[in-house]
């Protein structure tokens, strides 16, 4: 009788809600242990002998901070790659709108980055702890000499670098915002603004394992009929759909922490005008989530990417339909 009323979809969909509700309040309880996803960027040479340690110190740092329980490393490689797509330098890096950035597309909330510093017979290894959403800069720096063994200078560094983040995450870190948090924020930004009636069709997978529910596309939809927007399903109903929101989602195992099961999430969205078929928006946000079950850190993982992504996403089209007025 229910699934009449409602119809087979919309049911669906609400039980995609509560399974995705469930999901965020069993990651949260996981996150009674702190994991803080980190970028380790390379590190800067500036003297006449210590060409090529830049990328020593930073090979070294990485394999020594891996292992940090508390840490979760993004990949050299995929790192490296949105530096050059986002045409950063180490010296942009700290740059607060770059920082904010590297944080959305590497999913990264600490970058570390830094400088090996000759002077005379001193070596330096001088690194900068970065909260990508705090925009916060903290330090950290071991001495040596050019004839000290370059290894046991960055265990080191590695060691006090540990301890800061370890100390003082709380200046770096930005607290979780919350569902009603998010929600205050878009109804500022947007303001009286009406927004198109929208269609969403994300595609979303774990890597590894079938995917159950859609927990990015569900967000966008929980997030998008509180704030008052209208979310076509119906095919019937296709010709009043205004903007059309596709992508793609997928979640993968990053690592294990003891018990607990880091995934890391990433999502890519545009907003396509319907009647023109103009881009209105595009963009992709990685977001990395722990829980007991890496299925459920999976979906955690894409419900935070997408409700991150909503912040940029649901604004930009509500100037739309404003320039449209």
């Given at each position: 009788?229910?699934?009449?009323?409602?119809?087979?979809?919309?049911?669906?969909?609400?039980?995609?809600?509560?399974?995705?509700?469930?999901?965020?309040?069993?990651?949260?309880?996981?996150?009674?242990?702190?994991?803080?996803?980190?970028?380790?960027?390379?590190?800067?040479?500036?003297?006449k002998d210590v060409s090529e340690l830049g990328s020593k110190v930073t090979d070294i740092l990485f394999?020594?901070?891996?292992?940090?329980?508390?840490?979760?490393?993004?990949?050299?490689?995929?790192?490296?790659?949105?530096?050059?797509?986002?045409?950063?330098?180490?010296?942009?890096?700290?740059?607060?709108?770059?920082?904010?950035?590297?944080?959305?597309?590497?999913?990264?909330?600490?970058?570390?980055?830094?400088?090996?510093?000759?002077?005379?017979?001193?070596?330096?290894?001088?690194?900068?702890?970065?909260?990508s959403e705090t925009g916060r800069v903290l330090g950290a720096s071991v001495k040596g000499t050019v004839r000290d063994s370059l290894d046991a200078l960055v265990r080191e560094l590695a060691k006090k670098l540990g301890d800061v983040i370890e100390a003082r995450a709380s200046e770096l870190v930005a607290k979780p915002t919350n569902r009603a948090d998010r929600l205050s924020k878009l109804r500022e930004a947007i303001g009286k603004s009406q927004l198109p009636s929208i269609e969403i069709k994300v595609a979303e997978r774990h890597i590894g394992q079938s995917t159950v529910d859609p927990a990015a596309a569900t967000e966008l939809e929980f997030l998008f009929t509180e704030l008052g927007g209208a979310v076509i399903e119906s095919p019937a109903?296709?010709?009043?759909?205004?903007?059309?929101?596709?992508?793609?989602?997928f979640s993968e195992f990053a690592a294990r922490h003891g018990n607990l099961v880091s995934v890391k999430a990433r999502l890519e969205l545009k907003a396509v005008e319907r009647s023109s078929g103009r881009i209105l928006f595009a963009d992709r946000q990685v977001a990395v989530a722990v829980d007991l079950s890496e299925q459920i850190a999976g979906k955690a993982a894409l419900q935070e990417a997408a409700s991150q992504m909503a912040m940029r996403l649901i604004p930009a089209l509500a100037n739309v339909t404003k320039e449209k007025k």
């Open positions: 009788m229910i699934l009449k009323m409602l119809g087979a979809n919309r049911c669906a969909r609400w039980l995609a809600i509560v399974i995705v509700l469930v999901c965020t309040t069993m990651s949260t309880s996981a996150q009674d242990t702190p994991v803080y996803p980190t970028a380790i960027l390379p590190f800067q040479e500036r003297g394999a020594l901070l891996v292992a940090e329980p508390k840490l979760v490393l993004v990949e050299r490689e995929y790192l490296n790659k949105v530096l050059d797509e986002q045409e950063l330098n180490l010296s942009g890096v700290v740059n607060p709108s770059a920082t904010a950035r590297v944080g959305q597309l590497t999913g990264a909330k600490i970058l570390v980055t830094g400088s090996v510093l000759q002077s005379e017979d001193s070596l330096y290894l001088i690194a900068k702890v970065i909260g109903a296709i010709p009043s759909v205004e903007v059309v929101i596709q992508g793609e989602g």
